[in-house]
């Protein structure tokens, strides 16, 4: 089955810039989503489609896929960013959803 | 306004049953794709299965671990989703979150429900 690995935290201070990386293999062949989900909340869509924001999500989240890599791109991360992001990929192979273990951001 | 409301959730035992239902507004029922996702306690999030839109013949996906223990279906007099957990184990305490998959969107899950909450143990 399709694996997606992603780094347990990242760290950034407020102002700066968070990168946050989910490998699988051949990843950028595949759609990523990346989800936002705060303490006690329900997880909220940020990224679509590798880089697209829905309505309501600021342009400060992009997003973007090279090779085994997905990334999520935070710039002028503020305190409401602090949360734990997942990215997720359709396992073709196996017909179904595919998330990584999620990234615990911390500002 | 979209909304998915999420019930059913409770305490069973190990080997029993239990049905959640999820009901939806704010959208055509008939014309969605919609999965539920789960989130055992402090771990990350899980898919459980989908059940495609009436249009594109309503079949429903599995994930592995679930696979011939649950069943999802919908109906559509109702507008609710349902997801029948049988055999049910330990390892299926969770949050269980039913959400809309977007077609227009990579079938993104652009919504998602409050969640309802599944202890399984004896």
């Known amino acids: 089955s399709y694996v997606l690995t992603q780094p347990p935290s990242v760290s950034v201070a407020p102002g700066k810039t968070a990168t946050i990386t989910c490998g699988g293999n051949n990843i950028g062949s595949k759609s990523v989503h990346w989800y936002q989900q705060k303490p006690g909340q329900a997880p909220v869509l940020v990224i679509y489609?590798?880089?697209d924001r829905p309505s309501g999500i600021p342009e400060r989240f992009s997003g973007s896929t090279s090779g085994n890599t997905a990334t999520l791109t935070i710039t002028k991360v503020e305190a409401g960013d602090e949360a734990d992001y997942y990215c997720q990929v359709w396992g073709s192979s196996s017909l179904n959803w595919v998330f990584g273990g999620g990234t615990k951001l911390t500002v | 306004e979209v909304q998915l409301v999420e019930s059913g959730g409770n305490l069973v035992k190990p080997g029993g049953s239990l049905r959640l239902s999820c009901a939806v507004s704010g959208f055509t029922f008939s014309n969605a794709y919609l999965s539920w996702v789960r989130q055992a306690p402090g771990k990350g999030l899980e898919w459980v299965g989908r059940?495609?839109?009436?249009?594109?013949?309503?079949?429903?996906d599995y994930a592995a671990p679930v696979k011939g223990r649950f069943i999802i279906s919908r109906d559509y007099s109702k507008d609710t989703l349902y997801l029948q957990m049988n055999s049910l184990k330990t390892e299926d305490t969770a949050i269980y979150y039913c959400?809309?998959?977007?077609?227009?969107?990579?079938?993104?899950?652009?919504?998602w429900g409050q969640g309802t909450l599944v202890t399984v143990s004896s």
């Open positions: 959400t809309t998959e977007n077609t227009m969107m990579g079938l993104s899950s652009d919504y």
């Open positions: 059940i495609k839109s009436e249009s594109d013949g309503g079949a429903a």
């Open positions: 489609y590798n880089s």
